[in-house]
């Protein structure tokens, strides 16, 4: 009875880039459109693969990192390495490799709404503090 849990919840492995794999692509915006393919959940598996050149999956804080290029963060650098998501949550990835993430070599994983529960929670505070504010409001009311 353990896996009724799971009805409903499948989860896929992609292959980066499909069949071209995670390379520097023919245009700019190869990842960019192979990503918006797919609407990627919890528990979703990336694979990056390649078999020419010297490439890395990187993956930065930002952003901003993102759009600049930035080679640095979280460097996997074996050809075949698998990566799979937990939460909702945006990923940046670059090949930090030469200037392959400037010629497109980068692409923007989001998963779920994109959104980390991280900053999901603040909003569920502010719903907790709004109802005590009503019921001390409505208390206020009966004292009256
Ligand atoms: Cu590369």
């Not at 459109?33 to 919890?42: C, L, R």
Request: net charge negative; aromatic share 14%.
């Amino acid at each position: 009875m353990g896996k009724v849990a799971c009805l409903g919840f499948r989860a896929n492995t992609y292959t980066v880039g499909g069949d071209l794999g995670w390379i520097i692509p023919p245009n700019s915006s190869y990842y960019e459109e192979w990503t918006s393919q797919s609407t990627f959940q919890i528990g979703d598996s990336f694979v990056f693969n390649w078999t020419t050149g010297t490439h890395t999956a990187t993956e930065v804080s930002t952003k901003e990192e993102y759009d600049n290029c930035t080679k640095m963060g979280l460097i996997l650098k074996d050809a075949g390495v698998k990566v799979t998501f937990k939460d909702n949550d945006t990923h940046y990835f670059l090949c930090s490799e030469g200037t392959h993430c400037e010629q497109g070599q980068k692409m923007i994983i989001k998963i779920g709404d994109g959104i980390p529960p991280s900053f999901a929670a603040p909003s569920l505070t502010a719903a907790a503090a709004l109802s005590a504010l009503f019921f001390s409001t409505l208390a206020i009311f009966f004292l009256n």
